[in-house]
């Protein structure tokens, strides 16, 4: 089981480390190519924008806490998942309230989300550790220095796209906007399973 848990962590950090640097990335242009026409203006798709980025920060957090949830059901230990998501439903229900009258305002309340989910997969591990024993990270940070080596010229590249065909997103949904978003998903997509298969990403040989 411990090898297990292992294996999926690295799992969930190649898949959903890329996918919050992107969605971040591409927040603005997501939401106008699906929103902006008609009343839902520019201002709106930006504000939009705010909370996917802060929902897409804590997707790798919400992918952990529902991994080692199954984990502690699986050894028949129901209470400790129980107990810690409702922890979780607590810190979210607090931080939202207090977030959402911040300057941060409703991206506040996604991000209290972010932040409870974080919590609770840290609390989770720590329950690991003391049922399981010690978790050897070697490989998962292994994996997540390759991640890093992979997302890092991915951004690289979509910025200097950016550069030269600039804020197309700004016209709001169109064909010209689909073509430019369907691009920077295969530049994105490409030169990070390109690294992955060049780093020899163990998860990519399945």
């Known amino acids: ?18 996918s919050t640097v992107f969605l971040s990335i591409v927040s603005e242009g997501c939401i106008a ?12 798709t930006v504000e939009t924008a705010k909370v996917l980025i802060a929902y897409s920060s804590g997707l ?4 952990a806490f529902t991994f080692i949830q199954r984990l502690f059901y699986a050894l ?18 607090g931080l939202s ?3 959402k009258s911040t300057t941060l305002g409703t991206s506040g309340i996604a991000l209290a989300n972010s932040v409870s989910f974080a919590v609770g997969s840290v609390l989770l591990l720590i329950r690991c550790r003391r049922t399981l024993g010690r ?23 979509m910025l200097l796209f950016r550069l030269f065909v600039g804020h197309w997103w700004a016209d709001g949904s169109s064909l010209r906007s689909v073509l430019f978003l369907t691009i920077e998903v295969a530049m994105f997509c490409g030169i990070v399973l ?5 780093t020899k990403v163990e998860m990519m040989s399945m």
């Open 135 to 157: 978790i050897n990270g070697r490989k998962i940070l292994l994996t997540l220095g390759k991640t890093i080596c992979a997302v890092a010229p991915a951004i690289v590249a």
């Open 97 to 99: 309230l207090w977030l």
């Open 60 to 63: 790798f957090f919400v992918g």
């Open 1 to 18: 089981l411990l090898e297990s848990l292992q294996y999926g962590l690295r799992f969930l950090l190649i898949l959903l480390i890329p």
């Open 76 to 93: 028949h230990r129901h209470k400790t998942p129980f107990r810690i998501a409702i922890v979780v439903a607590v810190l979210d229900i």
């Open 33 to 44: 190519v699906a929103f902006q026409r008609g009343e839902f203006l520019y201002e709106r």
């Open 194 to 198: 390109s690294i992955y298969r060049f």
